[in-house]
């Protein structure tokens, strides 16, 4: 056991854990923040996907002691408040890439990071920055047209 300790979306906690706690277990089990899912496990489908210090990391691969120390932020950290949506978030409503909704959260958490680190909106380089995030149902059209709708949204401007 060990004790960890991180801020979770600007919250400061601390809990005793299992030394071979994945911080995706300790998201979800710990702290009850159950927007983050577990997919395939391995690291390949990325529906595990935080920011830990500004990274997008797949957290099935990450170690909560790992973490101890660090700034996690997980889909629920994105909303403005528990009544409203992010903008990236917001975008995918608009654009209906929510599909199934079992890989959303991780699409949401890996979108806000690429539109914060690149951010260029041509299709290939949208579809770049979402390797590593798989959507099982039926395609990214719809991903790829919310990333330019939530770029256009965090510059203030309508959609083009």
Same mark, same amino acid.
């Given at each position: 056991?060990?004790?960890?300790?991180?801020?979770?979306?600007?919250?400061?906690?601390?809990?005793?854990?299992?030394?071979?706690?994945?911080?995706?277990?300790?998201?979800r089990?710990?702290?009850?923040?159950?927007?983050?899912?577990v997919?395939?496990?391995?690291?390949?489908?990325?529906?595990?996907?935080?920011?830990?210090?500004?990274?997008?990391?797949?957290?099935?691969?990450?170690?909560?002691?790992?973490?101890? %120390? %660090?700034?996690?932020?997980?889909?629920?950290?994105?909303? &403005?408040?528990?009544?409203?949506?992010?903008?990236?978030?917001?975008?995918?409503?608009?654009?209906?890439?929510?599909? =199934?909704?079992? =890989?959303? &959260?991780?699409?949401?958490?890996?979108?806000?990071? *690429?539109?914060?680190?690149?951010?260029?909106?041509?299709?290939?380089?949208? =579809?770049? %920055?979402?390797?590593?995030?798989?959507?099982?149902?039926? %395609? *990214?059209?719809?991903?790829?047209?919310?990333?330019?709708?939530?770029?256009?949204?965090?510059?203030?401007?309508?959609?083009?």
């Amino acid at each position: 056991m060990m004790q960890v300790h991180v801020t979770i979306n600007g919250e400061s906690v601390s809990r005793d854990v299992d030394d071979r706690t994945l911080l995706v277990e300790f998201i979800r089990k710990d702290l009850g923040l159950t927007g983050t899912h577990v997919g395939c496990d391995t690291s390949q489908c990325g529906a595990c996907t935080v920011h830990l210090d500004g990274v997008a990391v797949k957290s099935c691969s990450v170690l909560a002691a790992q973490a101890s %120390g %660090g700034d996690v932020v997980t889909i629920e950290g994105l909303a &403005p408040s528990p009544d409203a949506l992010g903008p990236v978030q917001e975008a995918f409503v608009a654009c209906h890439g929510l599909q =199934c909704g079992f =890989c959303t &959260p991780g699409m949401i958490m890996a979108v806000d990071h *690429y539109l914060t680190v690149d951010g260029r909106l041509d299709d290939a380089s949208i =579809c770049h %920055g979402l390797e590593g995030n798989i959507c099982r149902c039926t %395609g *990214y059209v719809n991903i790829i047209e919310a990333v330019k709708h939530a770029a256009a949204a965090r510059q203030g401007g309508p959609h083009a």
